[in-house]
């Protein structure tokens, strides 16, 4: 398997630009999760889903954020306006149903720089 | 809340010594917990687990046990290598939850 995909690796982009991240998750799994990574705040749970619906984004820090999961196979995050503030690497994971304990697998990240 | 604490970085060791990260953790019932690794420039993976009290995750050479009498989970490597220089997070995840709450991570380098 291909392990789990997200593009692009890099972005960079201007202030009040929109940026959309893509991810692929592993085929069959079944959770996808998004984290933001800073050295300030460390790792951070944005949103997850579970078969495409989403189930808890208590993390997604304010409106600008919205993440979709249109089929098993494909998830945007979407920032828009972008902010210096949202410079981070995101990181998008995927999981199985029922493995114990639930491994999660996660993708080689996108670094998003806003200027 | 349920939390991760682990050691500060960063960690410079020379190849062939030991490797010890301390990691404590806040959680209520009966959490698994985890280690992950990043390598520079790649996403997390997952070194190593237990789901259980006494458990012991091991792999690569790393070994971690679960002690819930002193809620700790401490990663430890008898002898790293070069090839071992990474972040390091602990995490932790509560039982039918899928979430995981992560430590800060630590920094470790191998020097040759």
């Known amino acids: 398997d291909a392990g789990v995909i997200q593009s692009p690796r890099h972005e960079v982009t201007e202030m009040g630009q929109e940026v959309t991240l893509r991810c692929k998750p592993i085929s069959g799994h079944d959770y996808l999760f998004w984290y933001r990574q800073t050295m300030m705040r460390g790792l951070e749970l944005l949103i997850y889903?579970?078969?495409?619906?989403?189930?808890?984004d208590s993390g997604m820090p304010e409106d600008r954020f919205s993440a979709k999961m249109p089929n098993a196979s494909f998830s945007t995050l979407k920032i828009q306006p972008s902010e210096p503030r949202d410079s981070a690497v995101y990181f998008c994971?995927?999981?199985?149903?029922?493995?114990?304990?639930?491994?999660?697998?996660f993708g080689p990240g996108t670094r998003l720089t806003v200027t | 809340g349920d939390s991760v604490t682990q050691m500060e970085g960063p960690v410079t060791l020379s190849e062939e010594a030991f490797l010890t990260i301390n990691c404590t953790y806040t959680a209520t019932g009966y959490p698994s917990l985890f280690w992950y690794v990043q390598y520079p420039g790649e996403g997390l993976q997952l070194l190593l687990k237990?789901?259980?009290?006494?458990d012991k995750g091991s792999n690569k050479g790393f070994e971690a046990t679960y002690r819930k009498e002193t809620t700790s989970f401490h990663l430890e490597k008898g002898s790293v290598q070069v090839s071992d220089s990474a972040v390091y997070f602990c995490?932790?995840?509560?039982?039918?939850?899928?979430?995981?709450?992560f430590g800060a991570g630590t920094t470790v380098t191998v020097r040759a």
């Open positions: 995490a932790l995840r509560k039982a039918n939850d899928y979430k995981l709450s």
């Open positions: 889903f579970n078969n495409n619906v989403p189930i808890d």
């Open positions: 237990a789901t259980k009290a006494d």
């Open positions: 994971a995927s999981s199985l149903d029922g493995a114990i304990p639930r491994e999660q697998y």
